[in-house]
């Protein structure tokens, strides 16, 4: 388990990031700093934004999360240091997590968050404020819950997915991989990889690029 005690530097410092450096603060830990490969972006909040480090020259011993709202960016970024950094997580005080609820590295919780028993959250998954996981969900890595999606018992979304602000998805359905739903769907039937899908009922209106993770 990650040392909470270290120092905690953020992976980007747009708006994302400055969300989940105000649960940092809340949960009153240290962020030691804020990079990003925006040459422009200075500062984020009170902490001066410093330019990515090459390859080797990350700050050690650390935490990391990676404050990255884009799930594509935040898997390679992931995978390209995994074995040189140590990803923690960022839970609000005022979200709810059921005791029986496993979360992995780099995930980030917001404020009213709730998750219910026995569902599984992934690794550098999102779930954004206000949204519902319900009990017995598997979310895969790096998905993206937006503010105010519920998903109800049983639902199962693949990796990398993104399921739009105030969407709702009913027990028992399956979302597969890198797939997309539009804000406000409502999701009735199981989801096949990289579809997108918007509507009341959701519908499949394309399908994602695949090559998309190359």
Known sequence: MADKALNVYLIGARGHSKVIADILNVQKRLIGGVFDRDAHIKQMLEFFVENQPEEG??????????????????????????????????????????SYVTIGEGTVVMAGAVVNVDSYIGKHVILNTNCSIDHDCIL????????????????????????????????????????TIGAGSVVIRDVPDYAVVVGNPGRIIKYNKKDILK
Not at 59 to 70: E, T, W, Y
């Open 140 to 179: 895969g890595d790096y998905v993206h819950v937006s503010p105010n999606a519920a998903l109800a018992g049983s639902v199962e979304v693949g990796e990398g997915t993104h399921i739009g602000i105030g969407t709702n998805v009913i027990q028992g359905i399956k979302i597969g991989r890198w797939v």
């Open 57 to 98: 020259q990350w700050p050690s011993p650390a935490l990391f999360i990676i404050g990255i709202g884009n799930n594509f960016i935040r898997k390679r970024i992931a995978e390209e240091n995994h074995d040189v950094m140590i990803f923690t997580t960022a839970v609000h005080p005022r979200s709810t997590i059921s």
